[in-house]
């Protein structure tokens, strides 16, 4: 199906050589038109497309858009451990699978000639790509001396190739790594404005090309093309796609937990009467809250808020890219004698690996204590046990169930994973420096908000993004009758410009 922009490319084309106007005193005036290339120096149909997503880029300033991204995988470590997208990169776009990180900035995926990159993956109907610039017709390195390779400063060691290459050099907390450098190109999405028609959108985004990979990233069992990082610098999807207007400054996510998980991500706030707000800690680098207490079936646990206050290693982070749930060193051995005393009377507690387990033959909802956690202001999230607790296997008919919470030894860190973040609308406001969440059934569609540059809020069923083709066909005629409408129209005021 073609896009707008080829229909604007073929009308401008093929208008006649003379164009006739009729003005309002009943005169006719007949104007020349000239073509804007001469034939003698044919231009390619790719150099056209990529010059009018530019100019797309430009239309797209002028208001705030919804995106929408599908999400795959799940928490369960035992399937998956890992929420997924699917980007699409360059011109022609080429679609790349990525794991979805708020604990991170960049968004980067493999490219070619990588060195330790996996060719092939264990989970199910993936199959892994390469970005090669070179295969680009609008994909450009970016150079030392360009801003944004300053922005790349704040979320990786940065250096400088000697082909002038602004290059980069990840490390992530499981010890894995990745090098390589950065690169613009457009990244394609679909976009809901104004009348919730959903149209084939694009915009220039700077992302790293990998060259290089290291520990868990180079297994073939659960890999990706690479990893889409949600964080708040500078060289961030939705810090860059915020700052030329074209989505809002919050991204949200309602990521399921059963039946093969999936869920929503979308560029734009969810809209939910239940959800309750805290602030980020303000200057970190990550998404920080202040939890300031732990409490299990409505009685507050003797642990000081000091434990949980943020430093340079210490506090509490919001992380779409860790897995399980770790507790502050402090807090973590009060929190599991809290619970085995709770449940002392129908499990029984054995120890798997180092894991805190419990057998039992009974639903763990019916036995396990809620636990709170409170944030600043007052903003409460509950989980239930299945929020903090994973079924491992079964012995003699009785179910094992294990400690999602872990401890870091020697360190003060609290990390919400996936596996606290499931089933829960998450609402990362930047502009409002604060996150919120409910708890909700993300099988279900959301309703979106998003603030045009008219100051209007208009809200869509993100449920239904990209389901039904029909009314983008009904957008591609109405977008060419009025582009043959404003041609005729522009002569005309031209022609009354010069009487």
């Known amino acids: ?39 003698s120096h044919g231009v390619e149909v790719s150099q056209l497309k990529a010059r009018d997503r530019v100019r797309h880029g430009r239309i797209l300033q002028s208001s705030y858009g919804v995106v929408d991204f599908p999400v795959e995988g799940t928490y369960d470590p035992f399937l998956v451990g890992l929420y997924f997208t699917r980007v699409q990169l360059g011109s022609p776009p080429k679609e790349f699978y990525v794991q979805i990180d708020t604990g991170s900035d960049v968004l980067w995926v493999s490219c070619a000639s990588c060195n330790g990159c996996p060719t092939s993956s264990g989970l199910q109907q993936i199959q892994l790509d390469f970005f090669d610039p070179s295969t680009s017709s609008t994909a450009r390195p970016i150079s030392c001396s360009d801003q944004r390779c300053a922005l790349g400063e704040q979320s990786s060691d940065s250096g400088c190739s000697t082909q002038n290459q602004c290059s980069y050099t990840f490390q992530y907390g499981d010890g894995s790594g990745t090098s390589g450098y950065y690169v613009a190109d457009f990244m394609h999405f679909d976009t809901i404005v104004g009348n919730s028609l959903t149209s084939n959108s694009s915009a220039p985004v700077v992302f790293g090309c990998s060259t290089s990979q290291t520990g868990d990233l180079t297994k073939p069992d659960r890999a990706i093309d690479g990893i889409f990082g949600f964080g708040q610098q500078g060289l961030s999807v939705i810090a860059q796609l915020s700052s ?18 999936g869920g929503i991500l979308v560029l734009g706030q969810i809209v939910e009467p239940n959800l309750v707000y805290t602030p980020l ?19 507050t646990m003797p642990i000081s808020p000091e434990v949980f206050e943020t430093s340079s290693n210490r506090g509490t982070i919001v992380d779409s890219g860790t897995t399980l749930a770790y507790l502050a060193e402090e807090a973590y051995d009060p929190f599991i004698n809290a619970i085995n005393q709770a449940v002392s009377q129908n499990v029984r507690p054995l120890v798997t690996k180092g894991n805190q387990c419990y057998l039992t033959t009974s639903s763990v909802g019916d036995i396990f204590p809620t636990v709170s956690l409170t944030f600043a202001g007052g903003a409460t999230m509950v ?21 999602g919470f872990q401890k870091i030894p020697g360190q003060g860190l609290t990390i919400l994973g996936d596996l606290v973040l499931k089933d829960k609308i998450i609402v990362y406001d930047l502009a409002g420096q604060r996150i919120g969440w409910a708890n909700y059934d993300c099988s279900q569609a ?30 591609y005629k109405l977008l060419l009758s009025f582009i043959l409408t404003s041609v005729l129209h522009v002569l005309v005021r031209g022609t009354n410009s010069v009487l």
């Open 1 to 39: 199906m073609m896009s707008p922009v080829v229909y604007l490319v073929f009308v401008c084309v093929f208008l006649p050589a003379t164009a006739t106007a009729v003005v309002s005193d009943g005169m006719t005036m007949t104007l020349p038109l000239e073509r804007a290339f001469p034939t």
């Open 244 to 261: 030329q207007r074209v989505t809002p400054n919050v991204f949200s996510h309602c990521l399921k937990g059963s039946n093969g998980g």
């Open 281 to 299: 800690v303000p200057s970190q680098p990550h998404y920080n809250l202040n939890l300031q207490s732990i409490a299990l079936n409505g009685q």
């Open 383 to 403: 989980l239930r046990a299945a929020d903090y607790l994973i079924q491992q296997n079964s012995i003699g008919g009785a179910a094992v169930w294990c400690m």
């Open 446 to 475: 959301v309703n979106v908000s998003s603030t045009t540059s008219r100051g209007k809020t208009e809200y869509v069923n993100a449920g239904q993004i990209g389901n039904n083709s029909s009314p983008r066909i009904d957008s």
